[in-house]
Structure formats: C-alpha cells, structure tokens
C-alpha cells in the first residue's frame, strides 16, 4: 500500500485523484528498494571515482577498465525475503536479476560471488533455508554457464526468519563498446524481449520493503518471481548478438518493479509512451497494472531507432525468444501509459522517477561490548569447537553443487580469493564481511571488511580496482539501527579513501527482520571486491618451510567465533592499519614468501588449519590471545628462509611439517591429530548431509 503521506502529496503535487495504475508505479518506484529514500544523502558521500572507473553508480552496472581492450561489468543485489518465502527460486532468480544487470550493459558475464548469511544449523527450518538457497544458486548459475567462483557463509542466530542472498556478478565488455541504459533519443523505439509477462512477481518491490511477518510464506508467496534459466541462457546469446550489431541504443533488465520500473527509469532523461496491450503475456485477462508491475524473470528491454526493430525482432526469433515493439521514446518529460488507446497513466517523469520524499528516521548510538570474561574450557576443546564452527569448517558441501570450472578461465578457487584468467593476467575475486564485529563496532567494522577483502587480493599479489556493496539492515525506523547504518557507510567510505579504491556501486536492503522469530539482523555491509594482478594459483606452503607473523596481535575477543561459541564477549577489533596490506602485497609478488593467508575468522588457529595442518609452532603469548584473536592486519605467511622477511616486521612461529598440528603454548602443548582436525573441519558437511 502506498503510505496515506505519499498519496496525500501526490494527489496535492498532481492536483487530482491517481489512477490504479499509477498508484501501483508510485508504490513501487517510491519504495525503499527502488528509491533509497532513507539512504540517499549517506550514499553520495561514498567515494565513487578512480582512474580505471568508466562508469560509476546509476547504471544497471558499473564499468571499470580492466586493460585496454578489456572493462569489466561488475554489479552486486540482494534477494532476501523472495529467499525465505521461496528459498530455490527466490535465491535463483537473485542470480539471474544480477546476471541481467551485467548482460544489460553488453557484457558477457564470466563470474559470480554469493556471500550467504543465515540462521543457526541446529534449526531445521534454517537447514531447508541453506539447502535450497544454495541449490537454488547453483541449479540456475550451472544451468546458464555462469561459474559461482567465490562465496562467504555466516551462522548468528540474527538471520534466522531472515536469511540474506546477496550475489556479485562480472562480465566483461569492449572499454569502448558497452551499453548504458539511459534512452539516447527521442524518436526511437523500445523494443521488450524475452520470457512472456505473467502475473509472478506483482509487488516485489514494495514486498522487499518490509519487514516479514509471521504468515510471509503464505501470503508473499505471489511476490516471488519463477525463473527459468534456459530461457535466460537464450537471453544472454541473444541480447550479446543485439550488442554486436552497435545498434542498440540503451538497454535496461526488467527487474524491480518489472516494465514500469525498467521503462521510467531508462526514459526518465526524457519520456516515454508505453503501450501495456502490446506486451506479449504468458496469462490471459491481465490489466495494464499487472502488465505494467509483474516482476516475471527473463525480460530486457532495449531502445533501438525505428528501422532496427525489425533486425531486433529477428535476433530474438533467431534464439526462440518472443519480442515486442511496446513503447517510444519522447521529447517531453512524462510518462505515459497507454491500453488498447486510452490513457492509464500520465504523470511527470521526475516525480516518478527520483521524486520520492527523503526520510528522516531518528538516530541513537550504543554501545553493545561486554567485558572480557575468560573461557575455562581446556584450550584443545576451544580449539576443535572453533574448527567445528559452520564459519570455519569445511565448505565442499556448497562448492560441490557449482560448476566453478565452466568457462574455462578459473585458475585458483581455494582460500583467500578466486583468480581466473582473463587476457594475460588474473581477475582476482573476494567477498563478504564480519557482521558480528560490524555490529560491536560499526565504523571500524566495515572499515576492517574492506581491509579484510583488500588483504584477501593481496595474498595473490593484486592490487584492488573497485568495490561494490550490498548493504543489508534492519528497519531503519528503529534508531539503533538508523545509527548502525550512518556508521556503516561512513566507515565503508574512510577505508576505500585510504585504500584508494572507489566504490563503484551496489545495493540497500532494509527492513530485514522478522515479526515471525522476533529478530533484526545484524548490520551485514556485505561487499564484493575485484583486483587485477599477475596470474598465480595459492600456494601450499613445503615442509621445512618456516611459518612467521606478520601484523600485532591484539585481545580482541568481542564478535569472534570464540565469542560465538563462549560468550566471552570482550573488545572488537580496532581499524587495521592498511598498510600491512601493501607490503604483503609485495612480498608475494616479489616471490619471497611460498604462501600467505591473512587472519580473520577464527584467528591464527584457522589459518594454521588452512595453510599449515602438520606443523610445529610455538607461542608464548596468552594462549587465547595467539590462537582465537580475530585482530585485522594480519598475515600468516610461509617462506624457505627468514632472510626473505628482510626488513619486515614479523614473528617466527615455526616450522611446516610432522604428523600433526603442534602449538607449543607457555603452559602446556596441545597436539590436534589430522584426523581430529578433518573431524572438526567436516562437522557441517556431515550436518547438511545427513
């Protein structure tokens, strides 16, 4: 429903009563999902330009040069609550709205990330959630050859009711050739392509603008759009063959608020006439509101001058896709809708466009740290428990249900970042962010997350290009979480200013809570990082090879997956120092290190895990402190011999090699045996098996 104070200013500004078309264009287009009305001033402080940056936020996607006769299209959206309510198809058509987002641009998307959040796996209700999501991604990204080659999964009991799907796509496009979907000029033709509209869908904008209720399942059902990912593959081939011919004009995906949403804002630097009774449908009797609003998947939508539409019309047939000649561009500002010649809509474009009012909601800070309280459990228990946590422990039960090979450009999908192959050098990929630490300490959260993703590229050797994001709430109407978000985004800012790496677009998701487990969700910015270096896979680091600490280690114990476990509570992590990041950076590029992982989840002992599961290490430290801190601006690196630290802080901690993994600890050793460690990293595999 439009809100009594929205209708009440447009009936004023209109000086008459709306029709039910526009009235459903005004619910949808004003909407938190489409019009960022809580969000917009915050947004704009967000540092958006860099020399590689082509093109920048307000587009389907951004372009940002990769090589000379290389850009990339790179895009980032949720799809939260279509995934509760339907979690296989809400989660696919998340990957084939953002798939479409790139393909808009004339990019040929080649990658996709998929940061996951979710409640605790002890539910059973949160297992199906888990289950179907991930099939869901996968059963659509392997069906239309995109390769899901990176990922983040998190486990609080803050998602649960309201799990998080949020997907990075890349693509890749001639620098000087790709699309923007702004219309070019009046006179030419808007031309829809693609799966017939139905009545799936209706309202998803406005439905992804609240919160959820405890009857979601049922009564949002009807919001949840239905993919089909062959007809999406066709679509791929076919707007890819539109683009070549360089007669497309602009080109935009049907997605929020489907052919209303995609033709206002494309037309919205001029104007435009639809006409809602040539839209080719899947459903008899549907109305110029259901045509106009229904979210149905697989639809493009692209201007061309009227002697193209033919050549248009006959790329689609030549991949079995229907088409339509549905609308024109005009030189006045207005939007207009027509059904079988009389008039449903006529309103002034910029009111529909970007004309929502800007929402003030009130702000009140907190403070949610605890005092340290030290665990008593024996430190081996720790240790397994950690390991064992679903954050940590093993994820071949996800990987294993992509095809991350297909394509043929992936060159390194373990650990710390994906690297694929493209020209002569690597795309290197991460995603993701801590919530928990976000939440004690919003700034310097997202702060460390872009730290975090930077140092994940630098493992590899690259330099990051650019960041989009996907920053996920709660209702900003609450006050804690309207602070949540402003410290959030203010943070996100700082880092990438003192990173140098610009923020070239992304997504708002509020309102993520849920009336049905009484829960918000923690502040999720979660992000999507690219960077470019030379191509290297990661590397497992030889036996012999000495294990050394670069970065200081602090207590910080608050948000950990210790504290997850314990409720030890304690301080989060301050803002990291990013310059620890450039000189590891260096260090794997100039070949003096033969592995390196940096420090985040789980702290030194998971990246002893990782790197190093058969070593000898001493630490004579606060055993707590060495194994279970999750302080940022930490790297765990191997080399053959000390002298390649050279001029580098660090600590020797000691040696790959043996039976086991050995920590030598001030009071005692604790010896975990390879196959207590497979027993602990294999824990949420033998869960979601079983």
Same mark, same amino acid.
């Given at each position: 429903?439009?809100?009594?104070?929205?209708l009440?200013?447009?009936?004023?500004?209109?000086?008459?009563?709306?029709?039910?078309?526009?009235?459903?264009?005004?619910?949808?287009?004003?909407?938190?999902?489409?019009?960022?009305?809580?969000?917009?001033?915050?947004?704009?402080?967000? &540092?958006?330009?860099?020399?590689?940056?082509?093109?920048?936020?307000?587009?389907?996607?951004a372009?940002?040069?990769?090589?000379?006769?290389?850009?990339?299209?790179?895009?980032?959206?949720?799809?939260?609550?279509?995934s509760?309510?339907?979690?296989?198809?809400?989660?696919?058509?998340?990957?084939?709205?953002?798939?479409?987002?790139?393909?808009?641009?004339?990019?040929?998307?080649?990658? +996709?990330?998929d940061?996951?959040?979710?409640?605790?796996?002890d539910?059973?209700?949160?297992?199906y959630?888990?289950?179907?999501?991930?099939?869901?991604?996968?059963?659509?990204?392997?069906?239309?050859g995109?390769?899901?080659?990176?990922?983040?999964?998190?486990?609080?009991?803050?998602?649960?009711?309201n799990?998080?799907?949020?997907v990075v796509?890349?693509?890749?496009v001639?620098?000087?050739?790709?699309?923007?979907?702004?219309?070019?000029r009046?006179?030419?033709?808007?031309?829809?392509?693609?799966?017939?509209t139905?009545?799936?869908?209706?309202?998803?904008?406005?439905?992804?603008?609240?919160?959820?209720?405890?009857?979601?399942?049922?009564?949002d059902?009807?919001s949840?759009?239905?993919?089909?990912?062959?007809?999406?593959k066709?679509?791929?081939?076919?707007?890819?063959?539109?683009?070549?011919?360089?007669?497309?004009?602009?080109?935009?995906?049907?997605?929020?608020?489907?052919?209303a949403?995609?033709?206002?804002?494309?037309?919205?630097?001029?104007?435009?006439?639809?006409?809602?009774?040539?839209?080719?449908?899947?459903?008899?009797?549907?109305?110029p509101?259901?045509?106009?609003?229904?979210?149905?998947?697989?639809?493009?939508?692209?201007?061309?001058?009227?002697?193209?539409?033919?050549?248009?019309?006959?790329?689609?047939?030549?991949?079995?896709?229907?088409?339509?000649?549905?609308?024109?561009?005009?030189?006045?500002?207005?939007?207009?809708?027509?059904?079988?010649?009389?008039?449903?809509?006529?309103?002034?474009?910029?009111?529909?466009?970007?004309?929502?009012?800007?929402?003030?909601?009130?702000?009140?800070?907190?403070?949610?740290?605890?005092p340290?309280?030290?665990?008593?459990?024996?430190?081996?228990?720790?240790?397994?428990?950690?390991?064992?946590?679903?954050?940590?422990?093993?994820?071949?039960?996800?990987?294993?249900?992509?095809?991350?090979?297909?394509?043929?450009?992936?060159?390194?999908?373990?650990?710390?970042?994906?690297?694929?192959?493209?020209?002569?050098?690597?795309?290197?990929?991460?995603?993701?962010?801590?919530?928990r630490?976000?939440?004690?300490?919003?700034?310097?959260?997202?702060?460390?997350?872009?730290?975090?993703?930077?140092?994940?590229?630098?493992?590899?050797?690259?330099?990051? +290009?650019?960041?989009?994001?996907?920053?996920?709430?709660?209702?900003?109407?609450?006050?804690?979480?309207?602070?949540?978000?402003?410290?959030?985004?203010?943070?996100?800012?700082?880092?990438?200013?003192?990173?140098?790496?610009?923020?070239?677009?992304?997504?708002?998701?509020?309102?993520?809570?849920?009336?049905?487990?009484?829960?918000?969700?923690?502040?999720?910015?979660?992000?999507?990082?690219?960077?470019?270096?030379?191509?290297?896979?990661?590397?497992?680091?030889?036996?012999?090879?000495?294990?050394?600490?670069?970065?200081?280690?602090?207590?910080?114990?608050?948000?950990?997956?210790?504290?997850?476990?314990?409720?030890?509570n304690?301080?989060?992590?301050?803002?990291?120092?990013?310059?620890?990041?450039?000189?590891?950076?260096?260090?794997?590029?100039?070949?003096?290190?033969?592995a390196?992982?940096?420090?985040?989840?789980?702290?030194?002992?998971?990246?002893?895990?990782?790197?190093?599961?058969?070593?000898?290490?001493?630490?004579?430290g606060? &055993?707590?402190?060495?194994?279970?801190?999750?302080?940022?601006g930490?790297?765990l690196?191997?080399v053959?011999?000390?002298?390649?630290?050279?001029?580098?802080?660090?600590r020797?901690?000691?040696?790959v090699?043996?039976?086991?993994?050995?920590?030598?600890?001030r009071d005692?050793?604790?010896?975990?045996?390879?196959?207590?460690?497979?027993?602990?990293?294999?824990?949420?595999?033998r869960?979601?098996?079983?």
């Open positions: 429903m439009l809100p009594a104070q929205d009440a200013l447009l009936r004023k500004t209109l000086g008459r009563d709306l029709t039910d078309v526009e009235t459903a264009c005004f619910e949808n287009l004003w909407s938190e999902h489409c019009s960022y009305r809580s969000t917009k001033p915050l947004l704009r402080t967000l &540092p958006t330009e860099g020399s590689e940056v082509l093109l920048g936020p307000g587009d389907d996607a372009i940002v040069r990769f090589s000379d006769t290389c850009a990339l299209a790179i895009g980032m959206e949720s799809h939260n609550h279509p509760y309510v339907d979690p296989y198809d809400g989660a696919a058509t998340g990957v084939g709205g953002i798939v479409r987002d790139v393909l808009s641009m004339g990019a040929r998307p080649i990658a +996709l990330m940061p996951l959040y979710f409640g605790p796996l539910s059973e209700k949160n297992r959630l888990v289950e179907h999501i991930v099939a869901g991604i996968g059963g659509y990204g392997n069906c239309i995109v390769p899901v080659v990176r990922g983040e999964l998190v486990f609080d009991p803050s998602y649960a009711g799990p998080l799907v949020n796509c890349v693509g890749i001639d620098p000087d050739r790709y699309i923007t979907a702004r219309v070019k009046p006179g030419s033709h808007l031309v829809l392509i693609g799966s017939s139905g009545r799936d869908g209706l309202g998803g904008a406005s439905f992804a603008s609240r919160d959820l209720s405890e009857d979601a399942e049922a009564a059902r009807p949840v759009q239905v993919g089909d990912p062959y007809t999406e066709l679509l791929i081939d076919a707007i890819l063959a539109m683009a070549k011919t360089g007669k497309v004009l602009s080109c935009r995906d049907l997605g929020a608020a489907g052919l949403g995609a033709s206002s804002e494309m037309a919205s630097s001029f104007g435009a006439v639809i006409h809602a009774d040539r839209v080719h449908l899947r459903e008899t009797g549907m109305g509101r259901e045509i106009m609003l229904a979210e149905s998947q697989e639809r493009m939508l692209v201007e061309v001058a009227p002697e193209d539409v033919t050549l248009m019309g006959a790329i689609a047939e030549k991949y079995d896709l229907r088409w339509s000649d549905i609308g024109e561009v005009i030189d006045e500002p207005r939007y207009i809708v027509k059904f079988h010649g009389k008039t449903v809509a006529d309103l002034p474009i910029d009111l529909l466009v970007g004309g929502a009012p800007l929402c003030a909601w009130e702000k009140r800070p907190y403070s949610a740290e605890k340290f309280s030290r665990p008593t459990a024996p430190i081996k228990d720790l240790a397994l428990a950690v390991l064992a946590h679903p954050d940590i422990a093993g994820k071949d039960w996800v990987y294993e249900q992509y095809d991350r090979d297909v394509q043929l450009r992936s060159v390194s999908l373990r650990h710390d970042a994906a690297v694929l192959r493209l020209e002569d050098k690597a795309l290197v990929l991460s995603c993701g962010c801590n919530p630490h976000i939440f004690l300490k919003p700034f310097e959260g997202t702060a460390n997350a872009v730290v975090e993703n930077a140092s994940n590229l630098a493992c590899l050797g690259a330099d990051p +290009l650019c960041i989009v994001d996907c920053l996920n709430f709660a209702s900003p109407e609450h006050p804690e979480t309207n602070w949540h978000l402003e410290q959030c985004v203010l943070g996100l800012g700082d880092a990438a200013r003192k990173m140098a790496v610009p923020i070239v677009g992304g997504n708002v998701s509020l309102y993520n809570e849920s009336d049905e487990f009484g829960t918000r969700i923690k502040p999720t910015p979660s992000l999507g990082m690219v960077g470019r270096g030379e191509v290297r896979a990661w590397a497992t680091p030889a036996a012999g090879d000495l294990l050394a600490l670069i970065g200081t280690t602090l207590p910080d114990y608050g948000g950990s997956v210790l504290d997850a476990l314990t409720g030890c304690g301080p989060a992590p301050a803002m990291a120092d990013p310059a620890v990041v450039a000189v590891v950076r260096g260090l794997v590029r100039e070949g003096r290190v033969t390196a992982t940096d420090l985040s989840r789980g702290g030194l002992l998971a990246a002893l895990a990782k790197v190093a599961p058969c070593a000898d290490v001493a630490l004579a606060d &055993p707590l402190e060495e194994l279970f801190s999750e302080t940022y930490r790297f690196v191997a053959s011999d000390e002298s390649a630290l050279a001029g580098v802080e660090h020797v901690l000691g040696r090699g043996g039976d086991a993994l050995t920590l030598r600890l005692e050793a604790v010896v975990i045996a390879p196959e207590e460690l497979d027993t602990a990293l294999t824990s949420t595999t869960t979601m098996r079983y």
